[in-house]
């Protein structure tokens, strides 16, 4: 079993990634936080199911997914899509970030999260792994998501 230090050394390390694969899901920090709360505490109470350490960084991120779905599926029982606000159109700078972000959003989040992790850093076997998918729907999601976005961008 992996140790209380090593284990929040190992959840210190993930921070930032775990932020952004959240967030790919639910798209508010505070929810986010949330997540990731559940995430960790599901974690370290089932920390002695942990086979390998090596294995950390992938079996996190899938217990993140799950918290992260199990927070959006409780949320889109809550709020009725008609009573959502509608965001504000950007202007200046971030005209462009908006290009990009809804490109992203015409992506899977299975396509997002695959792409994301392998901008993070992450390996193919370990991407797999955290999505519970094979190395080569890995491939494809990714290889989807970069054709998606180069031919959206370009239109614009």
């Not at 709360?37 to 599901?42: C, N, P």
């Not at 350490?53 to 217990?63: G, H, T, V």
């Not at 409780?74 to 290009?99: F, I, N, S, W, Y």
Request: aromatic share 6%.
């Amino acid at each position: 079993m992996i140790s209380r230090d090593a284990f929040a050394q190992e959840v210190r390390s993930l921070t930032d990634t775990a932020f952004a694969v959240s967030y790919l899901i639910l798209g508010h920090s505070a929810d986010c936080e949330d997540a990731m709360s559940a995430a960790i505490l599901r974690a370290y109470e089932n920390r002695g199911k942990l086979k390998k350490r090596e294995s950390f960084r992938a079996w996190f991120l899938q217990i993140l997914r799950h918290e992260a779905y199990n927070l959006l599926r409780k949320q889109r029982r809550l709020t009725p899509v008609e009573e959502l606000p509608e965001a504000p159109a950007p202007e200046g700078d971030d005209a462009g970030r908006l290009d990009l972000q809804a490109a992203l959003d015409q992506l899977t989040e299975d396509q997002r999260t695959a792409l994301l992790l392998q901008q993070e850093g992450y390996d193919l076997a370990e991407i797999g792994q955290a999505l519970d998918v094979p190395v080569g729907t890995v491939k494809s999601r990714i290889s989807r998501a970069k054709r998606t976005l180069r031919t959206l961008l370009e239109e614009n």
